[in-house]
């Protein structure tokens, strides 16, 4: 492997597995900067950009008006899509705008590794690697406590490895430039497109696909577990738990319990469906919890010292509000991001389906060269040539 190649690799490495640290130093700026947390990841985000801008000044000798304006292309991009994807909390916007650095600096290492190809292989073989990489640190991220691994997120980490690459061709372009791929070319970024495929369905399988339960007494909720696995899972957390009960501390560093996030999520749409002055929903939430999730109420964790189970004077009043049709038609909307319902092996069938004609197509073998044929007209097989007559 080449030192590009490897220095590329690392450095994708170091960031996926620092994932799990991102919100420790998020929380160490807070301390360090209280108040201002927001205009210190700013200052840091401004300060590597015009790093990397001086850098980019600095190698740009020849082709300055395309070279210039792909650079400002790239910037533009970065800012209109954190302008128009900006949420609520400026902290968050920070965060994922220092994500363009982050991938931008990832793309512009994959760029130079393949830099000697010379077609269009050298923009797509980085973004391809860009989006292994983001989808490595999303689904990493998805096992931390407080950290969330979302499809939202892959497609950010897409367009800021495509800023990179507009960025990278400002810093260094190709000598020369082809649009159309090679042989070699395109049997690589093939190879690379099934394993992305397969990345990504990898972390939809894990975070994304779920199930629908419906049950008649309660109504309909979606849940990573199936109806099978989730009366089993029920059984097995609540002899668990009376070994090794959940902590009382949330540890950021530590393997997030999937099964009580989702409990958790249900405890707080009750208590927010009960504030809210809605009987009827925070009535059939508790019923949920209660046939599947009663582990949960009956275990302190970090979110209540004394579990999370109703006294027994509100859930009587909980009933007298609501009568005889507390589960008509309803829908629970506790889990806090949509679950695709999609039956897994119809799934991978597809996603494994194209992943493995991605690589039929790159394995067919490349057609032998034809040799030149030589100055005065074509070249005549030895067979074909016409015997010499002898001397009368």
């Known amino acids: 492997m080449r030192p590009r190649f490897v220095l590329a690799t ?91 650095l982050e991938y931008g600096l990832i793309t512009f290492l994959f760029y130079r590794a393949w ?66 791929l090679s042989r070699v070319s395109a049997q690589k970024v093939l190879r690379l497109a099934a ?49 090794e009960p959940p902590p009382l501390t949330l540890h950021r560093l530590s393997r997030e319990d999937q099964y009580l996030s989702e409990g958790l999520a249900h405890v707080r749409w009750r208590n927010k469906r009960w504030a809210a002055g809605d009987a009827r929903g925070a009535w059939n939430e508790n019923r949920i919890l209660e046939k599947y999730f009663a582990p949960v109420l009956d275990t302190p964790t970090y979110e209540g010292r004394t579990g999370h189970r109703w006294p027994a004077e509100q859930r009587t009043d909980a009933v007298s509000r609501v009568g005889d049709r507390a589960a008509d038609r309803y829908v629970s909307g506790a889990y806090p991001y949509e679950l695709l319902l999609w039956p897994r092996t119809v799934f991978w069938m597809v996603a494994g389906s194209f992943a493995a004609i991605l690589l039929l197509v790159s394995a067919i073998p490349l057609a032998p060269r034809r040799e030149a044929p030589a100055r005065g007209g074509p070249a005549t097989p030895p067979s074909k040539r016409p015997l010499r007559s002898g001397r009368r």
């Open 10 to 100: 690392a450095t994708s490495t170091v960031i996926v597995l620092s994932a799990p640290f991102t919100g420790q130093a998020r929380a160490w700026i807070r301390t360090t900067f209280p108040g201002h947390a927001v205009a210190a990841i700013t200052i840091l985000g401004a300060v590597l950009l015009l790093a990397g801008l001086a850098t980019a000044v600095a190698r740009i000798r020849d082709r300055r008006a395309s070279r210039y304006g792909s650079i400002i292309a790239a910037i533009v991009l970065a800012a209109t899509y954190s302008a128009a994807n900006a949420g609520e909390l400026p902290e968050s916007n920070a965060v994922e705008r220092f994500h363009f």
């Open 115 to 180: 830099l000697p190809l010379a077609d269009a292989s050298v923009f797509l073989l980085p973004f391809l690697a860009g989006l292994i990489v983001g989808t490595a640190e999303e689904w990493l991220q998805w096992f931390i406590p407080n950290r969330v691994g979302e499809l939202r997120d892959i497609f950010l980490n897409g367009v800021a490895t495509t800023s990179g690459l507009l960025f990278s061709a400002g810093v260094e372009p190709p000598r020369s430039f082809h649009l159309a």
């Open 195 to 243: 394993a992305t495929i397969v990345a990504l369905g990898a972390f939809m399988h894990v975070v994304m696909l779920g199930y629908e339960i419906r049950d008649d007494e309660i109504g309909t909720f979606t849940s990573r577990y199936s109806p099978d696995h989730l009366p089993r899972l029920q059984i097995e957390k609540r002899e668990r738990w009376k070994l």
